[in-house]
């Protein structure tokens, strides 16, 4: 059975740049759709063809952080944002919008297309014996990238799905912050600016972890994180206290 292409929309408002981007991918079997605008952006991103999304952020009119945050409320497709501006603050604010990965112009096309390939693989998952995992209160699908804490399913990009797989494979172990990349196959770079610890504060977030004392997703100060299988989160607690018989209350005389 032949392989289907990738389709990738390639958000880009210079020309000649997007052509010749286009022109590479589709040179290596990809499916390319090009805009130019964030409005359009938006309308071809939702499309359930697409299966990347290579954004510029820095778009005429509405830039691309906009868009990202409007794909990103209904979509999970994966994106790459893409700036040629190198500040960190610039990175951080694109991964909190909830991109999977960040490149900054000028960047070799060779590099893109393995990002491209990279994002997809984890999006797309693969089929194995071991599909289900189920760590304390935590279950996650291989398959279909979703995970659950008590039922409840939390919505999460491949990358935080990628992290929390890695977390859960290695639960009780701490991981240090490029060992994290390296298994998640993220960007090393990552690891020094301090962009993964974006990744797991949104990750806590989703899990519901209290960010000030965190203690599902914890962090061990200058060694990196761990995910703690036996944790029980404030509900929790409170639920087992309320659950708890209580004697009747003591008289003084």
């Known amino acids: 059975m032949e392989r289907a292409r990738l389709h990738v929309l390639l958000v880009e408002d210079d020309a000649k740049l997007a052509r010749l981007t286009r022109d590479y991918l589709e040179q290596h079997e990809l499916t390319v759709t090009t805009v130019a605008d964030g409005n359009s952006a938006i309308r ?3 499309r359930s063809d697409i299966d990347v999304i290579v954004l510029d952020l820095m778009l005429p009119g509405r830039d ?3 868009v990202c945050r409007q794909i990103r409320s209904k979509s999970h497709v994966p994106i790459i944002a893409v700036t040629a501006r190198v500040e960190v603050a610039d990175r951080v604010l694109g991964l909190e919008l909830g991109a999977d990965d960040y490149m900054t ?7 893109l297309l393995a ?8 999006a797309q998952g693969r089929a ?3 599909d289900q995992m189920r760590v304390g209160r935590l279950s996650l699908d291989m398959a279909s990238l979703s995970a659950t804490l008590d039922g409840r399913e939390l919505s999460l990009t491949s990358y935080e799905f990628a992290l929390l797989r890695v977390l859960a494979e290695n639960a009780g172990r701490v991981l240090s912050r490029e060992r994290l990349l390296e298994l998640a196959k993220g960007n090393a770079d990552e690891a020094f600016d301090r962009s993964i610890d974006v990744r797991i504060s949104r990750l806590r977030q989703k899990l519901g972890d209290d960010p000030r004392h965190p203690v599902l997703l914890k962090t061990v100060r200058g060694s990196g994180y761990l995910l703690n299988p036996k944790a029980e989160l404030p509900e929790t607690v409170e639920a087992k206290e309320t659950a708890e018989p209580k004697g009747p209350p003591e008289h003084k005389e």
């Open 44 to 46: 071809e991103g939702m």
């Open 64 to 66: 691309g952080f906009d």
């Open 128 to 130: 194995g014996p071991e």
């Open 115 to 122: 990002r491209i390939q990279a994002v997809a693989r984890r």
């Open 105 to 111: 112009k000028p960047f070799s096309a060779r590099e």
